[in-house]
T-cell receptor, first 111, second 114 residues
Framework: KNQVEQSPQSLIILEGKNCTLQCNYTVSPFSNLRWYKQDTGRGPVSLTIMTFSENTKSNGRYTATLDADTKQSSLHITASQLSDSASYICVAALYGQNFVFGPGTRLSVLP | SQTIHQWPATLVQPVGSPLSLECTVEGTSNPNLYWYRQAAGRGLQLLFYSVGIGQISSEVPQNLSASRPQDRQFILSSKKLLLSDSGFYLC?????????????FGPGTRLTVT
């Protein structure tokens, strides 16, 4: 069964601190792995897209890693800001098919 | 630049009433189009996707239907809404998911069925 799991379910950190979100996926045939940021009541916005041959990709203070062997990915946020408060969704894309969405990690950044 | 529109932004409908949500994309041609639903506190669920005019694929059985009357227009409909249809409906588009193209989401429609 194709599925994507994320941990933790929710996370609270102080402004300025770093954090890492985890994603485990079991999908086939795997095409690429995506991270999205979704603000409350808004549509998701793409942060990174990685194919199986890419180990890391950065987008500003966001850095995603991918281990295609263990089927794990992480999203690291550096020097968090209040505006980073959102849900972060891990998504696995399947070749010739569609996407499998994780349940998301709810991040709250406190001042 | 490309833009994706959805309307209405919010909608409150009684059980058994019809539904029509519209999505349009500007600035691109022949996009793949998607309808997703997100229940409160849950992940996104793919409802329909379309690779061209009149070509609709359904991912889950339900009382919803989709149509693509024009290249950049995608419509989600229901003849009779159920309470379980409440949720946040998102339209999205992309060019080619297998090549790692980004998928862009619209602002969403919050539907409450009472």
């Amino acid at each position: 069964k194709n599925q994507v799991e994320q941990s933790p379910q929710s996370l609270i950190i102080l402004e300025g601190k770093n954090c890492t979100l985890q994603c485990n996926y079991t999908v086939s045939p795997f095409s690429n792995l995506r991270w999205y940021k979704q603000d409350t009541g808004r549509g998701p916005v793409s942060l990174t897209i990685m194919t199986f041959s890419e180990n890391t990709k950065s987008n500003g203070r966001y850095t995603a890693t991918l281990d295609a062997d263990t089927k794990q990915s992480s999203l690291h946020i550096t020097a968090s800001q209040l505006s980073d408060s959102a849900s972060y969704i891990c998504v696995a894309a399947l070749y010739g098919q569609n996407f499998v969405f994780g349940p998301g990690t709810r991040l709250s950044v406190l001042p | 630049s490309q833009t994706i529109h959805q309307w209405p932004a919010t909608l409150v409908q009684p059980v058994g009433s019809p539904l029509s949500l519209e999505c349009t994309v500007e600035g691109t041609s022949n996009p793949n189009l998607y309808w997703y639903r997100q229940a409160a506190g849950r992940g996104l669920q793919l409802l329909f996707y379309s690779v061209g005019i009149g070509q609709i694929s359904s991912e889950v059985p339900q009382n919803l239907s989709a149509s693509r009357p024009q290249d950049r227009q995608f419509i989600l409909s229901s003849k009779k809404l159920l309470l379980s249809d409440s949720g946040f409906y998102l339209c999205a588009w992309d060019r080619d998911r297998d090549r790692g193209y980004e998928q862009y989401f619209g602002p969403g429609t919050r539907l409450t069925v009472t």
